[in-house]
């Protein structure tokens, strides 16, 4: 059986501790076995549904990846939209005709909650790659996994999260895993685009320092690591607010003259106007290092959620 608590994973808040560090000790022994080109069979006669109903590049092919580094099989519906769906099916009889052909359920889904209404449906375990301006608890894990290797450590780190907080999925999620840590908070972000209530005082609740700001230059100072995100376009109902705030914090190298040498960059990607391309250069730039850390991770999950690992 499985040595995480459920089967599902759903909320970045849903875990112990212990089940971070198993996540995070997991993923290194794998991530050390694909390096040492090691070919594994863990999830050898398993099969991998991926269920797209919004668009994604990094997270869809990163649980492919994962899940055929891992020896197992995958089939794929990458525009749900298009799928029976289309034809009015409900979100219920979809994951009861997929658990009649595979063996994991993988969902990115508009709605908040619907992963937690697909695993209801089956007994087969669900990750949530995603629900809408929810939680997306997969990547706050790679993005732990992520702060790990880039800073060797998480406690007593000061970290900014800044963008659009109000409707970031990644942002609600690693607010809240980062909440097990000795960690300092700023969540940066326009008035009309803050961290959500709830979030905020659960993380207080946890013991955690946080300090909300509209002032992206002060974090860049304070920050050992800077973890920007992308105006969520498409959960505005009023297009013109989107233009009124889409350029709201644009990172350019001048403004890291101010920032620690040990400064780390983070953004679960896409971006589009956020970080000027000429801060790739930056030692500390880490987005491309964190997409390619969903592959260790979510070969983790996979293993882990399956009973395998
Ligand atoms: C994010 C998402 O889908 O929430 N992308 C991702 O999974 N890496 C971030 C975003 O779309 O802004």
Redesign the pocket.
Known sequence: MTKLSSKDVLRSDQFSKAEIDLIMETARTYEAAVDAGEVLDVMKGKVLSTLFYEP?T??RLSFETAMLRLGGDVITVAEAKSSSAAKGESLHDTIKTVEGYADVIVLRHPQIGAAKEAAEATDQPVLNA?DGAGQ?PT?SLLDLYTILKEQKKVDGLTIALAGDLRN???VHSLALLLANYDVRFLFVAPDALRMPTEIVEQVKAAGIDVQETENLSQAICEADVLYM??I?RERFEDPAEYERLKDAFILRNDALASAKPSLTIMH???RVNEIDPDVDAFAGAAYFRQSANGVPIRMALLALVSGRA
Do not use: D, M, V
């Open positions: 994604s990094r997270t995603g997306h990547q970031g999925r990644t995100t992308r969520q679960p990607l896409p």
